[in-house]
């Protein structure tokens, strides 16, 4: 597994881009709604995009991983190409990743091309009230097995309940939005190039 050894101190410069991605299909996830809020939190510079299409994944099946993927993968995978780094939100089932969520990290470890998530700074916010350590450990495996960058400081507990997000679908209380634009800020300043260790 690789671990940032230095995540402050640098430019926003260094992760413009960055795509959200949620693991629930709920409509009315607390998960969705951390995403929803980073999109109106994001510091100046940074762009952030969402990406909808967990639904449309195909269970993953590696016979499948070859041209012409299904167009859903290839969005999937375009989209982690055109960013610069990662943020996902995902609850815990059955004291674990969901399937569905599981399935999507299956699809992004066949991609071989430049931009993939290989060495790409990623973090996770977890908003469960009663936390979510076993699937946000075995996202940390997952993503140590995909080579990704884990930028300690910016994955962060950030409790969030039905009371807290509005009709609009976001998240009102003050206190978690500082606390997902913090997130965004500590991800988006880290340099994809900092030393490494193995862990």
């Not at 908003?127 to 962060?156: F, M, N, Q, T």
Request: aromatic share 6%; hydrophobic share 40%; net charge negative.
């Amino acid at each position: 597994m690789r671990v940032a050894t230095e995540p402050f101190g640098r430019s926003m410069a260094d992760a413009s881009k960055i795509l959200l991605i949620s693991g629930s299909l709920r409509k009315q996830s607390t998960n969705g709604a951390v995403l929803y809020t980073a999109q109106q939190v994001a510091p100046a510079g940074v762009t952030t995009m969402r990406f909808d299409g967990l639904g449309d994944l195909p269970h993953f099946n590696p016979d499948d991983d070859v041209p012409p993927l299904q167009p859903a993968v290839s969005a999937l995978r375009a989209s982690i190409r055109n960013a610069d780094a990662l943020l996902f939100s995902t609850p815990e089932y059955a004291g674990a990743l969901p399937g569905s969520f599981k399935n999507l990290l299956d699809w992004t470890i066949g991609d071989d091309q430049s931009g993939s998530i290989y060495e790409k700074p990623v973090a996770w916010i977890n908003a469960s009230p009663r936390g979510a350590a076993d699937a946000h450990e075995s996202l940390r495996k997952v993503l140590g097995y995909a080579g990704a960058h884990i930028v300690e400081p910016a994955c962060a507990h950030i409790p969030v309940t039905a009371a807290d997000i509005t009709g609009d679908g976001v998240i009102g209380n003050p206190g978690i939005r500082d606390g997902i634009a913090a997130c965004l800020s500590r991800l988006a300043g880290r340099n994809a190039h900092d030393e490494l260790v193995a862990g």
